[in-house]
């Protein structure tokens, strides 16, 4: 047959429609390997975990009055914890990274509440327990020990 034939522009068609769906696919590879890359490195960020676990005491405070309250990092760098000391005399530790997306949680002496403003989300400012809102776990807790020095982190508990 001629080179211009239909027959042959309909295999030449054919042929390039083969190597624009292979490089389709190729790029439909690369993007979703980027994607994923991308999906975990964002979740290991997201929904780090406060560290748990043994972990070594650190001094956090001289003392914490009552209504008063400590920022501190524990057990990591960046691991962000509050300590407060509520009205009746009782010393309470939490992280602040929300167990739902991982905002920073404030407390709320005025209302009584740990708040999460994201999405707000609410917890018992004594247990962690969440009260209301999106997050399905409570707050993980820092241990506190007062010691004739000062106010010491001593451990976290899930
Ligand atoms: S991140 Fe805290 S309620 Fe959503």
Known sequence: MNPGSR????????ERKLISRRDYLRMLVVASGGLML??????GGLFRRHGS???AAVKIAGGIDPGEMVDFAYPGADDPAIAYRLEDGKLA?????CPHLAC???????????????????????????????????????????????IYATGTEH
């Open 93 to 97: 530790g939490f992280s602040t990274v």
């Open 104 to 150: 920073a949680v404030l407390w709320r002496k005025e209302h009584g509440v740990l708040e999460c403003p994201c999405h707000d989300g609410f917890f018992d400012q004594r247990t962690g327990e969440v009260m209301a809102g999106p997050p399905t776990r409570a707050l993980p807790k820092v241990e506190l020990e007062e010691r004739p020095d000062g």
């Open 7 to 14: 027959p042959d522009r309909a295999q030449q068609l054919t």
């Open 53 to 55: 676990g043994e972990a």
């Open 38 to 43: 991308g999906t975990t490195g964002l979740a």
